[in-house]
Each structure stands twice: as structure tokens, then as C-alpha cells.
């Protein structure tokens, strides 16, 4: 530590040259920074302590072959099983057809199963008492500055109602929040099962798949075979699977996020390391001299080897900290941006650790060279200039 | 006035990329032919010629230095020509599934086949429109299809648990004739009446168990694979079987989710549309394939080619800084030369031209490499993905066209103009007693 100053004087020498190297370092964790915010974004979609605590319940056919709705009793009298609610798709756009909006026809009960999804108790009477009403997440809100008691018109892109028409007319009366709007509530909207289900002439009672929370965690698996032989070798056979299971499924169908991130971040890491070697490289070889007098008066050769370290060590630590720092004030903006598509990119503390680890890795790598360079100095060949 | 030169500098850099990336290819030729007859021709120009052939003649000996740039514009033009192939092969798949001359029906305001029934009566008078090409027999070649999704066991993962979502459509003979570009590969096609299906060489890869006389299991009916089918579009990641088996084993019965038609020509199209939405039976949508199937693919596309650039941009940054870098420790350790040049009678601009020209030729050389590489390991790489507006898997292939390596190319040549344009002006403005001093 006593030897910081000499350190920093030392990074400092060339102003120019640190800072344009700083620059490209810091774009560089920057980018590490967004990827991995957007990858563990990702990775932890649905998992959450309630996430594991929630079975669904869907055809084993197909995601989108209905179930009948007596099912749901059954559903119930499995043991272990603390309430069960369904769901119906119900393909909801706003305005334009093609601007999608997740909605869900949802039996009464549905916020019940989910603790960690928020609604003002005045606004949940209200949407019990109603027909017409809808509870909005507050994303959805932000996103189009709706209030509450606005009328909004839906379209769904399947099901039409008595009429043939496929715009529905809803009441907003509630909105839904979660903690750090991490729940999926938050983007979605969410209309009554009943009302859904009177209106379309389409879905004469039957439902899309079941939600059901279990009371112990480490029944799960028993539980998701019992409800799964409630209906085999019937013409609806089903598939039941934690919802952080099930989410994850999707996640990995989408894309496989976690190899493009790791070869993106493979090719900028690899660019970064050639450039600041270059730069570390020549910081030594101008300084050849200045080194061989440290030695001259008394420096070992390991603290030389050592000082040399440190100086790349510490500029990478210096770029690393103030691009990932930036993406902490990048990824609220981020997240908006992204209408929906990723939710809490946030640079956590693991993505810290990585990043830092990261950085004093690389440091090392590429101080290494210069170091050795600088440790085996001959004084005399040093400071002849040979 | 350091600030003001700085300042002029700063916004023709800007304005230099600007053009760059808007240039195209035949506006970049031009300004190379003149600048070849300017160096050729003029007094001027052929001093920045001999500087020029001096400083490259030195790269040997800054082969370190000169490799940063190099690499680090080649890891950006990399980066972002994969990205935008991705996104290229994306929609190129999607498009090529669909052409001028086929129209395909859904149910009124249905953004995708999946969300639209239509019902087996309004199918038979779709097959009635005028404009629709006949076979041999004299029967229209339209296809009414009935879109479902599939659970299958994803290949390579654990045949309990990791299930993808496929999308198995049913058709009728029809079908064959309406996509000539669809022939079986291995195997054979698969018998109507009979729970028989063919699947797509895109599936094929995607999903266990799809090889010719094997059997899998959707639901609790088991289905035996007749063949294997190539396309070369999206159809290539779907399940084919025979519509009449299709319905009632997803209690669909006789309705279907799209009707597709083989028009006489792509003027046909126009009539066929008021036809269809002038009969009072009908509430559906008409679109040619290929709108239908482009407009599909957009959303996605663009979103990737947005991250593309997002990531591109900020690597690019990084390339930029190093490239500064490289070129001043270049510029300052080449000072005396450069002032000596300058005490002898060479003018600011050859040298600053000289100086910028071995960056962008670096430049270029990066952009190369970083072309070469993304085409290497990502022309036709196989990726899928879940596609908006359907319930299955897609397979797609990374497209590196020659479009998306200009595009790289012309990203490496904006970073190499940046990265030269200061450090020349540095070394056109430094005092030549200044400088002949140093060291």
C-alpha cells in the first residue's frame, strides 16, 4: 500500500496514452456489464422462493390445447395442495394488432397464488365486483399512461365475442405491483375468467392451464406426478412442471442467451487484453531506465515484478470499476427501453465479483510479460540504454 | 484557438464517418479512383505518396503496435457482422418461405396462423375465388392447413423434462403442389388417413427422435415418421402430417387455420382479395406469402440488429481509443522524421494524408480479418428460435451476406478515420524545432 503513489505516478506517466487506454477499458467492462445484466436477467426469469412453490399445470399435447375445467377439483383434492386457480390466453393487442399485450383470463382466486404481486385492497373489491373490470401491471400503465377508471379497448387476435367482434371493451380498475417490479404481473393485464368465458362463444367453459401453489416445496415432485396421473390415458393428458421450470424452458427456447453473451464477451475480453498488453509493454520500455535506478537503490527485484503488476492491475480495477459503475446508471434506462423484453438489469453483486475478478485477471495476464521483463533488468545493460 | 482547430477536427471526424457509412459501394470507389489520380497527378499528392510508402515500409518494425489496431477492429467488425447475419439469415428465411404469387387467408384481424379458425365451410368457398392456378385434373391448387403446436423432446437433453414446442401442420395434396421448393429427402411422404407425418430438416436437427420409420409420441397417439422433408425456408422446422388425422386428434374437426392458394400470376392477387372481401360469407384477411411471412420476421430482426449495433458501437469505441492510442505512440516516436520531412519542404497535408492512410489501411486489413473470421465460423451456423407470430420452433441459418461484410468493412474504415485523423493533425501541427529537438 505505501507504494500507491509511486504506482499512480508511474500509471499517470503518460496522461494521453492512460486515458485512451482507460477509455477503451471501460467500454469494454461497459459492454461486460449490459450482457451480463441482460444474462442473469434472464437466467433468473421465474426463479423466485414463491416461483418454486407453484406448480403448472398444462396439455401435454400441446401449449395451446384447452383443458376442461372440471379438472380443477381434482386438482384441489391432491394432497398437499394449498389452492389451485387456471388461466385462459386471451391474446390481447392495444390499438394495433400486432402491438401485443400479455393478457390473461384469470379465475377469481388468481392473486391469491401469487403473495408477492401487490394490489390496494379497495381496487381488488373493486375488480371482484365487477364484470368488465381489469387489474393492469404497472409497467403497462407507464408504458401507455392509462389511470385508473379508464375505459380501454382491447383487442384480442383470437377470440371474437357473441357478435363476431373481436374488440373488447374493459373498465381499468386496480393496478398490480410487485417489488422492484421483478413479478410478470407487472406487463400483463388481467381479466375475469367469468367474463372471458361468457363472452366468447368460443370457450365454452374450458381452461388454458392451472396454476396451483403447493404447501410444501420438497412435495413438488410428488405432487406434479399425482396431478399428472389424475387425467393419463385420457384425450387431455397433462404436464406439470414448477413454474421456474416452465419459465426457464421458454427462456431456453427463445435463445440460447448465455452463449452469444459468453462469445461476444469472449471476443471483446481477448481484443481488450492485446490492447492493453500493448500498452503495458510500452510503458515498460520507455521506463527502462527509471527502473534500473529503483533497483540501483535497493528495490528487489520481486517488488519491481511486483509494482509493475500492480500498475496494470490497477488500471484495469479503474476501468472495470467505472464501466461497470456506469452500467448501474445505464440499466434503469435499459430496462424501460426494452418494453418488456428484459426486466431488472441491474448490475448485482455477482456481477460485481465477476467483473472485478475479471479485471484483476486480466491485469494479471497482461502485466505479466512487462513484469518479467522488468524484474530480469540487467542495471548496468539498463542504464547504459543496451 | 488550440480549442477552435480541436473543435474543426472533432465535427469533420463526425462528418467523415457520417459519409462512410452512408457511402455506397460505387460512391467509395470513386473516391478512391481520385484519390489514386490525386496522388498520382499532383505535386502534393505524390509527396503523400513517398511519405505513405515510408511509413508502411516501417510497419514491420511496429508489428505489436500496428496488431492492436488490426485485431481490434477486427474483433468489432466480427462481433458486429455475426449480429447482423444473424439477423440476415433471420429474415432471409422468412422471406424466402413466402412469395408474390401465393396468398394466404386468415380470419379477419388473426396477426398469425396460429390465432385464426376458419371454418371448413368458408375454406370451400376460398377454394371458388377467381384467380387461382388449376393442376392437371382441373382442382384449384389451394391448401387449407390447421396449425397446431407440438410438445416434442428437444435432442440432446433429458427426454422427461426438456420439451420444445413444435408446429405441426396439417395440410392436404394440395399442399405439395402450392410449395414446389418442399421435396422428401429420405424416407417417403407420409399416407393420408394414417397417423403419419413428415418432418422438416430444421426439426429434424432440433428434436429427438425424428428419423424415417421411427415413432414419437404427441399427446397419447403415437405417429410414425414417413420421412424427411427439405425447403429451404421456415417450413423446414415444422411437422407435416395429413389435415383429416391432424383435426380430430386436436379436436379441431374439420376447421383449419390458414388457407393458402396458388395465384396465376402476382396481378392476380388484387382481384382475389376483393373477391374474397366482397362475399358476405366471409370476415377473413388476404396477404401475399410473401408479406405475410416478411412482415413476421420484422420485429425480431430488428430487435437484433439493434443489439448488434448497441454492442458494435461500444466495441467500437474501444477500438477507437486504441487506434488513438497506437497511431500517437506511432506519431511520436516517427516526431523527427516527420519534422525533418517538414524542414525540407514537405507541407501539413501530405503528412497528415500519409498518417491517415496507414491507419485506414490497418483499418481495412482489420475489417478484412474480422470479416473473414465472422464467415468462417458463422456463415450458415445453425441457430433457432422461438418465432414471433408462431408456436414453433424456427431454424434459421446466419446469413453472411456480402451486404453485411460492407457494412463491417465500412465500420473498420470509420474507426481507422477517427483513429488517424488526430494524431495526424498532431504530427502536421507540432513545431518542427519543437519537435527536431525531442529526445
Not at chain 1, 169 to 177: A, D, P, R, T, Y
Amino acid at each position: 500500500m505505501k507504494y500507491l503513489h509511486l504506482i499512480w505516478a508511474a500509471l499517470f506517466r503518460r496522461k494521453t496514452r492512460t486515458i485512451l487506454t482507460l477509455v477503451s477499458i471501460v467500454a469494454a467492462f461497459l459492454l461486460f456489464g449490459l450482457l451480463d445484466a441482460v444474462r442473469v436477467s434472464f437466467a433468473d426469469a421465474g426463479k423466485s422462493a414463491n416461483g418454486a412453490e407453484r406448480l403448472q399445470t398444462g396439455a401435454r399435447l400441446s401449449f395451446i390445447q384447452p383443458l376442461p375445467q372440471g379438472l380443477g377439483a381434482k386438482i384441489a383434492a391432491v394432497k398437499g395442495v394449498k389452492d389451485v386457480a387456471y388461466v385462459n390466453w386471451f391474446g390481447g393487442a392495444y390499438q394495433d394488432p400486432h402491438n401485443q399485450v400479455f393478457t390473461f383470463a384469470v379465475s377469481p382466486n388468481y392473486l391469491d397464488i401469487y403473495p408477492e404481486v401487490t394490489v390496494p385492497p379497495e381496487q381488488r373489491k373493486a375488480f371482484d365486483a365487477t364484470q368488465d373490470g381489469i387489474l393492469v401491471g404497472e409497467l403497462i400503465m407507464q408504458k401507455y399512461g392509462w389511470k385508473v377508471g379508464d375505459k380501454i379497448p382491447l383487442q384480442s387476435q383470437i377470440f371474437p365475442d357473441k357478435t363476431g367482434s373481436k374488440n373488447w371493451n374493459f373498465e381499468l380498475v386496480g393496478v398490480m405491483s410487485s417489488k422492484d417490479q421483478k413479478a410478470f404481473q407487472s406487463q400483463m393485464i388481467m381479466l375475469h375468467w367469468k367474463n372471458f368465458d361468457e363472452t366468447t362463444p368460443y370457450n365454452q367453459g374450458q381452461v388454458g392451464w392451472y396454476v396451483s401453489r403447493v404447501n410444501d416445496v420438497n412435495q413438488s415432485d410428488r405432487i406434479a406426478k399425482e396431478i399428472d396421473a389424475l387425467s393419463a390415458n385420457s384425450d387431455h393428458e397433462t404436464k406439470t412442471q414448477s413454474e421456474q421450470a416452465a419459465t426457464q424452458n421458454w427462456v431456453k427456447q427463445m435463445a440460447d442467451i448465455g452463449l452469444i453473451v459468453t462469445s461476444i464477451m469472449g471476443a471483446v475480453f481477448f481484443t481488450l487484453v492485446l490492447l492493453t498488453g500493448n500498452t503495458m509493454m510500452q510503458a515498460v520500455r520507455e521506463r527502462t531506465s527509471e527502473l534500473a535506478v529503483l533497483k540501483t537503490i535497493g528495490f528487489s527485484n520481486t517488488s519491481v515484478l511486483g509494482l509493475v503488476l500492480a500498475e496494470s492491475v490497477l488500471l484495469l480495477l479503474l476501468g472495470g470499476v467505472v464501466g461497470l459503475s456506469l452500467v448501474s446508471f445505464l440499466a434503469p434506462i435499459l430496462t424501460s427501453r426494452s418494453g418488456g423484453m428484459i426486466t431488472h438489469a441491474s448490475v448485482g453483486a455477482g456481477s460485481w465479483a465477476m467483473g472485478i475478478g475479471l479485471a484483476v485477471a486480466i491485469g494479471i495476464v497482461i502485466g505479466l510479460l512487462p513484469a518479467m521483463r522488468a524484474m530480469r533488468l540487467n542495471i548496468v545493460d539498463a542504464l547504459a540504454g543496451r | 484557438m488550440n480549442f477552435l482547430i480541436g473543435f474543426v477536427i472533432f465535427i469533420a471526424a463526425i462528418l467523415g464517418v457520417a459519409i462512410f457509412l452512408i457511402l455506397p459501394w460505387q460512391g467509395m470507389l470513386v473516391l478512391l479512383v481520385l484519390l489514386a489520380l490525386w496522388m498520382l497527378l499532383t505535386r502534393r499528392g505524390r509527396q503523400t505518396a513517398s511519405v505513405a510508402a515510408v511509413g508502411v515500409s516501417t510497419l514491420t518494425q511496429r508489428l505489436g503496435s500496428s496488431a492492436v489496431i488490426v485485431i481490434g477492429i477486427a474483433g468489432v467488425v466480427a462481433v458486429l457482422v455475426a449480429m447482423l447475419a444473424m439477423a440476415n439469415g433471420y429474415s432471409e428465411t422468412l422471406r424466402r418461405t413466402g412469395s408474390e404469387d401465393t396468398a394466404i387467408v386468415l380470419r379477419g384481424a388473426s396477426s398469425a396462423e396460429v390465432s385464426s379458425v376458419l371454418e371448413h365451410d368458408a375454406a370451400v368457398v376460398i377454394t371458388q375465388a377467381p384467380g387461382i392456378v388449376k393442376d392437371d385434373q382441373g382442382k384449384p391448387i389451394v391448401s387449407p392447413e390447421l396449425v397446431v403446436a407440438a410438445n416434442l423432446p428437444l435432442k440432446g437433453g433429458d427426454p422427461d423434462k426438456d420439451f420444445g414446442s413444435v408446429q405441426l401442420r396439417g395440410i392436404g395434396e394440395q399442399a405439395w403442389k402450392l410449395r414446389p421448393s418442399a421435396k422428401i429427402i429420405a424416407g417417403r411422404k407420409f399416407e393420408p388417413g394414417k397417423y403419419e407425418l413428415v418432418a422438416g430438416k430444421g426439426a429434424q436437427r432440433q428434436f429427438a427422435g425424428l428419423e424415417p420409420g421411427k415413432q414419437i409420441k404427441l399427446g397419447n397417439q403415437t405417429w410414425t415418421v414417413a420421412g424427411i422433408f427439405a425447403s429451404n425456408d421456415a417450413m423446414d422446422s415444422e411437422l407435416w402430417a395429413d389435415a383429416q388425422i391432424v383435426g380430430p386428434a386436436y379436436r379441431r374437426g374439420a376447421s383449419s387455420t390458414s388457407v393458402f392458394a396458388k395465384l396465376t400470376n402476382p396481378a392476380a392477387f388484387a382481384p382475389f382479395k376483393a373477391a374474397l372481401g366482397s362475399d358476405p360469407r366471409l370476415q377473413v384477411d388476404v396477404t401475399t406469402t410473401l408479406e405475410y411471412f416478411s412482415k413476421q420476421s420484422e420485429g425480431t430482426s430488428k430487435a437484433i440488429t439493434i443489439i448488434g449495433i448497441v454492442v458494435g458501437t461500444i466495441m467500437a469505441i474501444g477500438a477507437v481509443f486504441g487506434a488513438l492510442n497506437t497511431m500517437f505512440a506511432a506519431v511520436a516516436t516517427r516526431a523527427r522524421e516527420i519534422a525533418t520531412l517538414r524542414a525540407i519542404g514537405f507541407r501539413g497535408l501530405p503528412v497528415v494524408m500519409a498518417i491517415m492512410l496507414e491507419t485506414m489501411l490497418l483499418a481495412l486489413v482489420g475489417g478484412v480479418l474480422g470479416g473473414a473470421i465472422a464467415w468462417l465460423i458463422f456463415n450458415g451456423y445453425t441457430a433457432s428460435t422461438l418465432a414471433a407470430g408462431t408456436t414453433g420452433q424456427l431454424t434459421f441459418e446466419f446469413n453472411v451476406a456480402p451486404s453485411v461484410l460492407w457494412i463491417g468493412l465500412k465500420w473498420a474504415l470509420a474507426i481507422g478515420f477517427i483513429g488517424g485523423l488526430f494524431p495526424a493533425v498532431r504530427a502536421a501541427r507540432l513545431p518542427v524545432t519543437t519537435a527536431l529537438r525531442e529526445l
